[in-house]
């Protein structure tokens, strides 16, 4: 992997990431893999129309796991900072 799929999945991040916190600053977390699959998608097909990856299937597989893996590594470390009195009332707001 090159470092220009980095560049790409990083600023479609940022670029997603800002225009929904400025539309939906209320939005519930839930809802964030399904960002997370906007931006994999999105960065899949910059990075094949511009030639970074000739092959659409590896072009989708390498953005796909760039994007979910960033999002479950933030889910484990916002799960791991918080106490576990937070985590459990947190779980009960996710399943009402």
């Known amino acids: 992997?090159?470092?220009?799929?980095?560049?790409v999945v990083a600023m479609v991040t940022y670029i997603?990431?800002?225009?929904?916190?400025t539309l939906f600053p209320n939005m519930p977390h839930k809802y964030i893999p399904l960002q997370n699959i906007v931006i994999g998608i999105t960065s899949a097909l910059?990075?094949?129309?511009?030639?970074l990856e000739p092959n659409i299937i590896e072009a989708f597989t390498l953005c796909f796991s760039a994007t979910l893996g960033a999002g479950g590594?933030?889910?484990l470390v916002t799960s791991l900072s918080k106490t576990p009195e937070e985590n459990k009332a947190q779980e009960k707001t996710t399943i009402s």
């Open 16 to 21: 997603l990431g800002t225009f929904t916190k």
């Open 73 to 75: 590594m933030h889910d």
């Open 46 to 51: 910059i990075c094949y129309f511009t030639k």
């Open 1 to 7: 992997m090159q470092i220009n799929y980095v560049l």
